[in-house]
Protein backbone atom coordinates (compact mmCIF):
# COMPACT_ATOMS: atom_id res chain seq x y z
CA UNK A 1 0.00 0.00 0.00
CA UNK A 2 1.64 3.89 -0.95
CA UNK A 3 1.78 5.53 1.44
CA UNK A 4 1.34 9.37 2.09
CA UNK A 5 1.75 12.13 4.00
CA UNK A 6 0.02 15.69 4.94
CA UNK A 7 2.20 18.70 4.90
CA UNK A 8 0.60 22.93 5.29
CA UNK A 9 3.48 24.40 6.53
CA UNK A 10 7.04 24.27 4.80
CA UNK A 11 10.16 25.86 5.33
CA UNK A 12 13.52 25.30 4.77
CA UNK A 13 16.93 24.84 7.53
CA UNK A 14 19.80 24.66 6.25
CA UNK A 15 21.20 21.55 5.84
CA UNK A 16 24.22 18.91 7.41
CA UNK A 17 26.53 17.82 5.50
CA UNK A 18 26.25 14.11 3.68
CA UNK A 19 28.60 13.00 0.68
CA UNK A 20 28.29 9.54 -1.06
CA UNK A 21 30.89 9.09 -4.02
CA UNK A 22 31.20 5.66 -6.39
CA UNK A 23 34.52 4.99 -4.20
CA UNK A 24 33.52 5.53 -0.86
CA UNK A 25 30.58 4.10 1.73
CA UNK A 26 28.09 6.47 2.74
CA UNK A 27 29.06 8.45 5.84
CA UNK A 28 27.03 9.92 8.55
CA UNK A 29 25.65 13.72 7.96
CA UNK A 30 28.34 15.90 9.36
CA UNK A 31 28.03 18.75 12.51
CA UNK A 32 26.18 21.43 11.04
CA UNK A 33 28.04 24.53 9.71
CA UNK A 34 27.27 27.98 11.00
CA UNK A 35 24.14 29.18 9.37
CA UNK A 36 22.58 33.08 8.84
CA UNK A 37 19.15 32.51 10.72
CA UNK A 38 17.07 30.00 12.49
CA UNK A 39 14.24 28.60 10.93
CA UNK A 40 10.85 27.75 12.63
CA UNK A 41 7.37 26.96 11.58
CA UNK A 42 3.99 28.86 12.68
CA UNK A 43 0.48 28.00 12.61
CA UNK A 44 -2.32 29.49 13.94
CA UNK A 45 -5.89 29.12 13.98
CA UNK A 46 -9.19 31.40 14.74
CA UNK A 47 -11.52 30.15 17.76
CA UNK A 48 -13.88 32.01 20.33
CA UNK A 49 -12.48 33.32 23.73
CA UNK A 50 -13.58 32.68 26.97
CA UNK A 51 -15.03 36.53 26.82
CA UNK A 52 -17.73 37.27 24.78
CA UNK A 53 -16.22 40.60 23.39
CA UNK A 54 -12.92 39.08 22.01
CA UNK A 55 -11.71 36.48 19.63
CA UNK A 56 -8.83 34.51 19.99
CA UNK A 57 -5.87 33.50 18.43
CA UNK A 58 -3.94 30.91 19.17
CA UNK A 59 -0.44 30.27 17.44
CA UNK A 60 1.51 27.60 17.38
CA UNK A 61 5.40 27.70 17.51
CA UNK A 62 7.21 25.12 16.85
CA UNK A 63 11.65 24.76 16.89
CA UNK A 64 13.32 22.07 15.45
CA UNK A 65 16.85 20.39 17.60
CA UNK A 66 18.26 21.31 14.42
CA UNK A 67 18.05 24.95 14.00
CA UNK A 68 19.40 25.99 17.35
CA UNK A 69 22.82 25.51 18.93
CA UNK A 70 22.78 22.87 21.90
CA UNK A 71 25.85 23.39 24.41
CA UNK A 72 27.03 21.13 27.23
CA UNK A 73 25.12 22.02 30.28
CA UNK A 74 26.27 18.53 32.93
CA UNK A 75 27.66 15.73 32.54
CA UNK A 76 25.07 14.08 30.73
CA UNK A 77 22.99 16.73 29.36
CA UNK A 78 22.93 18.95 26.50
CA UNK A 79 21.20 22.52 26.43
CA UNK A 80 19.77 24.75 23.86
CA UNK A 81 18.42 28.45 24.54
CA UNK A 82 16.48 30.61 22.73
CA UNK A 83 14.10 33.94 22.92
CA UNK A 84 10.80 34.55 20.91
CA UNK A 85 9.08 37.47 20.56
CA UNK A 86 5.62 37.39 18.95
CA UNK A 87 3.68 40.94 17.83
CA UNK A 88 0.49 41.40 17.38
CA UNK A 89 0.06 44.81 14.45
CA UNK A 90 -3.44 46.45 13.90
CA UNK A 91 -4.18 47.44 10.42
CA UNK A 92 -1.95 50.44 10.97
CA UNK A 93 1.27 48.75 11.71
CA UNK A 94 0.91 49.51 15.40
CA UNK A 95 1.89 46.77 18.09
CA UNK A 96 -1.38 45.89 20.23
CA UNK A 97 -0.36 42.85 21.71
CA UNK A 98 2.58 40.63 22.37
CA UNK A 99 4.13 37.73 23.92
CA UNK A 100 7.94 37.41 24.71
CA UNK A 101 9.85 34.23 26.51
CA UNK A 102 12.96 32.53 27.04
CA UNK A 103 12.72 28.69 26.54
CA UNK A 104 15.23 26.40 26.95
CA UNK A 105 15.63 22.84 25.24
CA UNK A 106 17.30 19.42 27.06
CA UNK A 107 18.79 16.53 25.78
CA UNK A 108 20.68 13.60 26.74
CA UNK A 109 22.49 12.57 23.64
CA UNK A 110 24.45 15.19 21.07
CA UNK A 111 22.74 12.81 18.53
CA UNK A 112 19.13 14.53 18.68
CA UNK A 113 20.73 18.47 18.29
CA UNK A 114 21.08 17.37 14.63
CA UNK A 115 17.58 16.16 14.37
CA UNK A 116 14.93 17.25 11.99
CA UNK A 117 11.99 15.28 13.57
CA UNK A 118 12.61 15.96 17.01
CA UNK A 119 11.20 19.56 18.27
CA UNK A 120 9.83 21.86 20.89
CA UNK A 121 5.91 23.46 20.06
CA UNK A 122 4.56 26.20 21.77
CA UNK A 123 1.67 27.77 22.09
CA UNK A 124 1.10 31.67 22.81
CA UNK A 125 -3.01 32.40 22.84
CA UNK A 126 -4.06 35.95 22.31
CA UNK A 127 -7.41 37.78 23.00
CA UNK A 128 -8.13 40.57 21.55
CA UNK A 129 -11.45 42.36 19.80
CA UNK A 130 -12.62 41.39 16.60
CA UNK A 131 -10.48 42.38 13.84
CA UNK A 132 -7.70 42.49 11.05
CA UNK A 133 -3.95 41.72 12.12
CA UNK A 134 -0.76 40.77 10.88
CA UNK A 135 2.05 38.40 12.98
CA UNK A 136 5.48 39.37 13.59
CA UNK A 137 7.54 36.81 15.34
CA UNK A 138 11.54 36.91 15.67
CA UNK A 139 13.52 33.64 17.37
CA UNK A 140 16.87 33.87 18.37
CA UNK A 141 19.14 31.26 19.33
CA UNK A 142 20.39 32.75 22.61
CA UNK A 143 24.06 30.64 21.97
CA UNK A 144 25.08 31.89 18.32
CA UNK A 145 22.68 34.91 18.16
CA UNK A 146 20.90 34.24 14.86
CA UNK A 147 17.61 35.40 14.55
CA UNK A 148 14.98 34.15 12.37
CA UNK A 149 12.29 36.32 11.14
CA UNK A 150 8.06 35.53 10.30
CA UNK A 151 5.66 38.04 9.04
CA UNK A 152 2.02 36.81 8.13
CA UNK A 153 -0.13 38.18 5.98
CA UNK A 154 -4.13 39.73 7.07
CA UNK A 155 -5.49 37.56 9.54
CA UNK A 156 -9.15 38.22 10.16
CA UNK A 157 -10.79 37.65 13.90
CA UNK A 158 -13.81 36.91 13.94
CA UNK A 159 -16.93 37.99 16.29
CA UNK A 160 -18.11 35.13 18.72
CA UNK A 161 -21.08 36.11 20.49
CA UNK A 162 -22.61 34.59 23.19
CA UNK A 163 -25.55 33.17 21.10
CA UNK A 164 -25.57 32.94 16.86
CA UNK A 165 -24.36 30.09 15.24
CA UNK A 166 -20.62 30.03 14.13
CA UNK A 167 -17.60 28.06 13.84
CA UNK A 168 -14.05 28.39 14.06
CA UNK A 169 -11.06 28.09 11.29
CA UNK A 170 -9.71 24.55 10.88
CA UNK A 171 -6.76 23.32 12.21
CA UNK A 172 -4.95 20.21 10.83
CA UNK A 173 -3.64 17.63 13.23
CA UNK A 174 -1.12 15.18 13.67
CA UNK A 175 -2.85 13.68 16.23
CA UNK A 176 -6.06 13.29 18.42
CA UNK A 177 -7.39 11.44 21.38
CA UNK A 178 -10.05 11.86 23.79
CA UNK A 179 -9.19 12.50 27.56
CA UNK A 180 -11.04 10.79 30.64
CA UNK A 181 -13.56 13.78 30.48
CA UNK A 182 -14.80 13.15 26.75
CA UNK A 183 -12.87 16.28 25.41
CA UNK A 184 -10.64 16.18 22.45
CA UNK A 185 -6.97 16.45 23.32
CA UNK A 186 -4.89 16.73 20.09
CA UNK A 187 -1.09 17.73 18.92
CA UNK A 188 -1.55 20.52 15.92
CA UNK A 189 0.01 20.09 12.76
CA UNK A 190 2.89 23.03 12.30
CA UNK A 191 5.47 21.42 9.67
CA UNK A 192 5.84 18.76 6.64
CA UNK A 193 6.77 16.40 9.15
CA UNK A 194 3.64 13.95 9.11
CA UNK A 195 3.30 11.19 11.64
CA UNK A 196 0.12 9.53 11.07
CA UNK A 197 0.40 8.90 7.69
CA UNK A 198 -2.44 8.64 4.97
CA UNK A 199 -4.67 9.86 7.44
CA UNK A 200 -6.31 13.92 7.25
CA UNK A 201 -7.17 14.86 10.69
CA UNK A 202 -9.09 18.23 11.03
CA UNK A 203 -10.08 20.11 13.98
CA UNK A 204 -12.91 22.93 13.97
CA UNK A 205 -15.20 23.71 16.49
CA UNK A 206 -19.29 25.15 16.76
CA UNK A 207 -20.57 27.18 18.90
CA UNK A 208 -23.86 27.60 20.23
CA UNK A 209 -26.07 24.53 19.28
CA UNK A 210 -27.98 23.20 22.39
CA UNK A 211 -27.03 19.77 23.34
CA UNK A 212 -30.86 18.71 22.70
CA UNK A 213 -30.76 19.88 18.75
CA UNK A 214 -28.05 18.61 15.69
CA UNK A 215 -26.10 20.17 13.18
CA UNK A 216 -25.01 18.40 9.71
CA UNK A 217 -21.18 18.11 8.39
CA UNK A 218 -20.12 17.80 4.76
CA UNK A 219 -16.53 17.72 4.14
CA UNK A 220 -15.49 17.49 0.45
CA UNK A 221 -11.40 17.61 -0.58
CA UNK A 222 -10.94 19.33 -3.70
CA UNK A 223 -7.81 19.33 -6.24
CA UNK A 224 -5.99 22.12 -7.38
CA UNK A 225 -8.83 22.61 -10.31
CA UNK A 226 -11.56 22.60 -7.90
CA UNK A 227 -12.75 19.66 -8.90
CA UNK A 228 -14.42 17.91 -5.97
CA UNK A 229 -12.24 13.97 -5.11
CA UNK A 230 -13.88 13.12 -2.10
CA UNK A 231 -16.96 14.15 -0.12
CA UNK A 232 -18.97 12.64 2.96
CA UNK A 233 -21.39 14.32 5.44
CA UNK A 234 -22.60 13.24 9.16
CA UNK A 235 -24.81 14.46 11.81
CA UNK A 236 -23.60 15.58 15.46
CA UNK A 237 -25.22 16.29 18.50
CA UNK A 238 -24.82 20.07 20.08
CA UNK A 239 -22.35 20.61 23.32
CA UNK A 240 -23.68 23.88 24.18
CA UNK A 241 -21.47 26.44 23.95
CA UNK A 242 -18.67 24.76 22.65
CA UNK A 243 -18.54 21.04 20.29
CA UNK A 244 -15.41 19.71 18.85
CA UNK A 245 -15.02 17.97 16.04
CA UNK A 246 -12.56 15.98 14.37
CA UNK A 247 -12.98 14.77 10.56
CA UNK A 248 -10.97 11.92 9.95
CA UNK A 249 -10.39 11.32 6.16
CA UNK A 250 -8.52 8.57 4.49
CA UNK A 251 -6.30 9.97 1.89
CA UNK A 252 -5.28 6.92 -0.07
CA UNK A 253 -6.48 8.30 -3.32
CA UNK A 254 -5.02 11.45 -3.23
CA UNK A 255 -1.69 11.86 -5.80
CA UNK A 256 1.35 14.34 -4.86
CA UNK A 257 0.33 17.83 -5.02
CA UNK A 258 -1.66 20.50 -3.87
CA UNK A 259 -5.59 20.27 -3.10
CA UNK A 260 -8.11 22.50 -0.28
CA UNK A 261 -11.03 21.04 1.92
CA UNK A 262 -14.06 22.86 2.23
CA UNK A 263 -16.62 21.83 5.48
CA UNK A 264 -20.37 23.14 5.15
CA UNK A 265 -21.90 23.19 8.53
CA UNK A 266 -25.72 23.55 8.82
CA UNK A 267 -27.93 23.95 11.82
CA UNK A 268 -31.52 24.99 10.79
CA UNK A 269 -31.26 27.27 8.54
CA UNK A 270 -28.09 28.58 8.50
CA UNK A 271 -24.92 27.28 6.90
CA UNK A 272 -21.34 27.98 7.75
CA UNK A 273 -18.67 27.18 5.49
CA UNK A 274 -14.95 27.07 6.24
CA UNK A 275 -12.05 26.23 3.82
CA UNK A 276 -8.53 25.49 4.38
CA UNK A 277 -5.72 24.65 1.70
CA UNK A 278 -2.59 21.68 2.06
CA UNK A 279 -0.63 19.90 0.66
CA UNK A 280 -0.47 15.94 0.05
CA UNK A 281 2.81 14.26 -0.89
CA UNK A 282 4.35 10.83 -1.07
CA UNK A 283 6.04 9.36 1.27
CA UNK A 284 9.26 9.67 0.58
CA UNK A 285 9.22 12.72 -2.38
CA UNK A 286 10.01 15.96 -1.49
CA UNK A 287 7.07 18.60 -1.41
CA UNK A 288 8.58 20.96 -3.82
CA UNK A 289 9.17 18.12 -6.31
CA UNK A 290 6.20 17.37 -7.85
CA UNK A 291 7.82 15.58 -10.76
CA UNK A 292 9.71 12.31 -9.25
CA UNK A 293 11.67 12.32 -12.36
CA UNK A 294 13.26 16.27 -11.06
CA UNK A 295 13.48 14.81 -7.37
CA UNK A 296 16.16 11.93 -9.23
CA UNK A 297 17.85 14.59 -11.06
CA UNK A 298 19.31 16.25 -8.13
CA UNK A 299 20.67 13.07 -6.87
CA UNK A 300 23.41 13.58 -9.12
CA UNK A 301 25.85 14.80 -6.57
CA UNK A 302 25.81 12.01 -4.50
CA UNK A 303 24.41 8.69 -6.35
CA UNK A 304 27.07 7.05 -8.13
CA UNK A 305 26.52 6.85 -11.85
CA UNK A 306 24.94 3.03 -12.33
CA UNK A 307 22.77 3.97 -9.81
CA UNK A 308 21.77 7.88 -10.87
CA UNK A 309 21.78 6.22 -14.49
CA UNK A 310 19.11 3.30 -14.03
CA UNK A 311 17.06 5.51 -11.95
CA UNK A 312 16.30 7.90 -14.70
CA UNK A 313 16.09 5.22 -17.09
CA UNK A 314 12.64 3.48 -15.04
CA UNK A 315 9.05 4.39 -15.59
CA UNK A 316 7.50 6.53 -13.60
CA UNK A 317 6.20 3.70 -11.06
CA UNK A 318 9.31 2.22 -10.87
CA UNK A 319 11.38 5.35 -10.74
CA UNK A 320 9.32 6.31 -7.04
CA UNK A 321 9.82 2.88 -5.63
CA UNK A 322 13.41 3.31 -6.37
CA UNK A 323 13.76 6.72 -5.11
CA UNK A 324 12.29 5.51 -1.94
CA UNK A 325 14.60 2.38 -2.11
CA UNK A 326 17.79 4.72 -2.43
CA UNK A 327 17.06 6.76 0.40
CA UNK A 328 16.11 3.72 2.41
CA UNK A 329 19.33 2.35 1.85
CA UNK A 330 21.05 6.00 3.47
CA UNK A 331 18.33 6.20 6.44
CA UNK A 332 20.24 6.56 9.70
CA UNK A 333 17.50 5.49 11.65
CA UNK A 334 15.40 3.04 9.37
CA UNK A 335 12.75 2.17 11.84
CA UNK A 336 11.25 5.57 11.97
CA UNK A 337 9.02 7.40 9.41
CA UNK A 338 11.56 10.01 9.17
CA UNK A 339 14.95 9.99 7.19
CA UNK A 340 17.16 13.22 8.71
CA UNK A 341 19.69 12.72 5.71
CA UNK A 342 16.81 12.81 2.99
CA UNK A 343 15.42 15.73 4.07
CA UNK A 344 18.65 17.82 4.86
CA UNK A 345 19.66 16.94 1.63
CA UNK A 346 16.50 18.27 -0.32
CA UNK A 347 16.52 21.11 1.94
CA UNK A 348 19.86 22.34 0.59
CA UNK A 349 18.44 21.85 -2.82
CA UNK A 350 15.57 24.41 -1.90
CA UNK A 351 17.61 26.87 -0.75
CA UNK A 352 20.33 26.28 -3.54
CA UNK A 353 17.49 26.94 -6.06
CA UNK A 354 15.92 30.03 -4.04
CA UNK A 355 19.87 31.83 -3.12
CA UNK A 356 21.94 30.88 -6.59
CA UNK A 357 19.32 30.55 -9.38
CA UNK A 358 20.47 32.38 -12.33
CA UNK A 359 18.53 33.99 -15.67
CA UNK A 360 19.05 30.57 -17.53
CA UNK A 361 19.52 27.90 -14.66
CA UNK A 362 18.18 26.70 -11.41
CA UNK A 363 19.98 27.08 -8.38
CA UNK A 364 21.21 23.30 -7.65
CA UNK A 365 22.68 23.25 -11.16
CA UNK A 366 24.94 26.22 -10.60
CA UNK A 367 28.53 26.05 -9.20
CA UNK A 368 27.37 27.76 -5.99
CA UNK A 369 24.72 25.36 -5.59
CA UNK A 370 26.60 22.45 -6.22
CA UNK A 371 29.59 23.32 -3.58
CA UNK A 372 26.54 23.92 -1.31
CA UNK A 373 24.42 21.16 -1.63
CA UNK A 374 27.98 19.15 -1.11
CA UNK A 375 29.89 20.84 1.26
CA UNK A 376 26.99 22.98 3.58
CA UNK A 377 27.01 26.14 4.24
CA UNK A 378 30.75 28.24 4.54
CA UNK A 379 31.80 28.95 7.57
CA UNK A 380 33.07 32.67 6.34
CA UNK A 381 32.07 34.23 2.71
CA UNK A 382 34.57 36.75 1.56
CA UNK A 383 32.96 38.79 -1.65
CA UNK A 384 34.79 41.38 -3.97
CA UNK A 385 31.85 42.56 -5.83
CA UNK A 386 33.83 44.58 -8.36
CA UNK A 387 37.10 42.55 -8.39
CA UNK A 388 38.81 45.68 -6.51
CA UNK A 389 41.54 42.83 -5.21
CA UNK A 390 42.17 40.84 -8.68
CA UNK A 391 43.03 41.70 -11.59
CA UNK A 392 42.72 38.78 -13.17
CA UNK A 393 42.24 37.72 -16.76
CA UNK A 394 40.75 34.47 -17.78
CA UNK A 395 40.51 33.05 -21.36
CA UNK A 396 40.50 36.65 -22.75
CA UNK A 397 37.58 37.68 -20.05
CA UNK A 398 38.03 40.06 -17.34
CA UNK A 399 36.88 38.94 -13.80
CA UNK A 400 33.95 40.96 -12.95
CA UNK A 401 33.27 39.71 -9.09
CA UNK A 402 35.06 37.43 -6.78
CA UNK A 403 33.68 35.34 -3.87
CA UNK A 404 36.10 32.79 -1.93
CA UNK A 405 34.00 29.98 0.22
CA UNK A 406 35.93 28.93 3.58
CA UNK A 407 34.76 25.95 5.38
CA UNK A 408 37.07 25.74 8.55
CA UNK A 409 36.69 21.67 8.71
CA UNK A 410 38.55 20.98 5.43
CA UNK A 411 41.33 23.61 5.64
CA UNK A 412 39.95 24.67 2.29
CA UNK A 413 39.08 28.24 0.28
CA UNK A 414 36.94 27.65 -2.84
CA UNK A 415 37.09 30.53 -5.32
CA UNK A 416 33.66 31.64 -7.62
CA UNK A 417 34.56 34.04 -10.36
CA UNK A 418 31.74 36.10 -12.31
CA UNK A 419 33.14 37.25 -15.68
CA UNK A 420 29.76 38.48 -17.13
CA UNK A 421 28.75 40.86 -14.38
CA UNK A 422 25.06 39.03 -13.76
CA UNK A 423 26.37 36.67 -11.03
CA UNK A 424 27.10 33.92 -12.69
CA UNK A 425 29.93 32.90 -10.69
CA UNK A 426 31.89 29.56 -11.48
CA UNK A 427 33.96 27.97 -9.85
CA UNK A 428 37.47 28.36 -10.44
CA UNK A 429 39.24 25.97 -8.51
CA UNK A 430 37.24 22.40 -8.72
CA UNK A 431 40.10 19.89 -7.70
CA UNK A 432 39.87 21.81 -4.38
CA UNK A 433 36.35 20.73 -4.26
CA UNK A 434 37.76 17.14 -5.48
CA UNK A 435 40.23 16.99 -3.01
CA UNK A 436 37.07 16.98 -0.04
CA UNK A 437 34.85 14.85 -2.01
CA UNK A 438 35.62 11.73 -3.71
CA UNK A 439 33.43 11.81 -6.42
Known sequence: MT???????????LLTCILLSSSVAWSPPLPPAAADSVAFDVEYVNVASDSANLSRLNVYLRIVYDEVQFIKASKDSFRAQYKATITMLDTSGAGVDSSVFTDAISIASLDDANSTSKFRLRLIVFDLPPDEYTIDIKVKD???DHEGKYNSGPIKLKEYLDQGFLASDILFLDNATKGPDGKVIWQPRVSNVQSNAGRIL????VYNVLPE???KVHYEVLDSDGKVLLEHEYWQRGDGRRTQNIIDIEGETLTHGSYATRVRVTYGDQTYELGKPFNWYLEGLPLEFTDIAKAIRVLKYIANKDDY??????DKENQYKGFVKFWKSRDPTPLTPDNDVRDRYYKRVAFANKQYATL?????????GWVY???GPPDVVNRDTYNQSFSTIRTGKTVKAVQSWVYYQYNRQLLFYDTTGFGNFRLENPETLYEIVKF
Open 309 to 314: KKLMHL
Open 213 to 215: DSF
Open 142 to 144: IET
Open 3 to 13: TMRLSVALLFP
Open 373 to 375: IVL
Open 360 to 368: KREGWTTDM
Open 202 to 205: MYFE
